[in-house]
């Protein structure tokens, strides 16, 4: 990851906060929304995991990291691979695996958990597709691909795909529509 790189994601994820990428919403956002706190730092991890330069932040920035995990309540790997414009609407009970792959514009609510599965045929982890709503409480789990403009509904537990623009709610996570997430993905107008 270049800075040029981490620094067009970090302005991507305010972006979908705030409807812009200015400095004055930076400082509010930061301060005021804990998901995109723990966002920023997260992506920071990242840059600097990644660079021999960087490394001696490394330490630093986790530690950071590892705090607001503990505070917030949220669990998502620097490892993971999550898309521009990430947003976390509400923290608290939020997991996932460091192996799961998110497309851009996702919105994650709290109590989601995106788990692996470890046998049958769908054994490994979730791919998430662009522009996905993740409603509160839900899980997803397996080897299993979230089509891009789904949304899934609160408290679903969703263990087979989900094709684009499905409306998926229930236990098992069941297809009720194909009206997709809009209206539920906002500020995605961002230049990257």
């Not at 630093?60 to 949220?74: E, T």
């Not at 609510?109 to 692996?116: E, L, R």
């Not at 054994?123 to 789990?141: E, L, S």
């Not at 623009?165 to 107008?189: A, D, L, M, R």
Request: a positive charge; charged letters at 15%.
């Amino acid at each position: 990851m270049k800075f040029s790189e981490f620094t067009t994601l970090t302005r991507s994820d305010l972006f979908r906060y705030s409807g812009s990428a200015a400095l004055k919403d930076h400082f509010y956002h930061y301060l005021l929304s804990p998901g995109y706190r723990y966002t920023c730092w997260m992506r920071f991890c990242a840059y600097t995991h990644a660079h021999l330069f960087w490394r001696i932040l490394f330490p630093l920035a986790w530690l950071v990291y590892y705090h607001l995990q503990i505070k917030f309540g949220i669990a998502i790997s620097y490892k993971a691979k999550i898309g521009s414009g990430f947003y976390i609407g509400h923290h608290g009970g939020i997991v996932t695996n460091e192996e799961m792959v998110i497309g851009k514009n996702c919105n994650l609510s709290h109590d989601v958990t995106i788990g692996v599965s470890r046998r049958g045929e769908r054994a490994g982890v979730p791919v998430i597709g662009d522009n996905v709503y993740i409603g509160p409480g839900a899980k997803i789990f397996g080897k299993i691909t979230i089509g891009n403009n789904a949304a899934i509904g609160a408290n679903c537990v969703v263990t087979k795909d989900v094709p684009e623009n499905g409306v998926v709610v229930g236990i098992p996570g069941k297809v009720i529509s194909y009206e997709g997430s809009v209206g539920y993905i906002n500020n995605t107008n961002y230049i990257t």
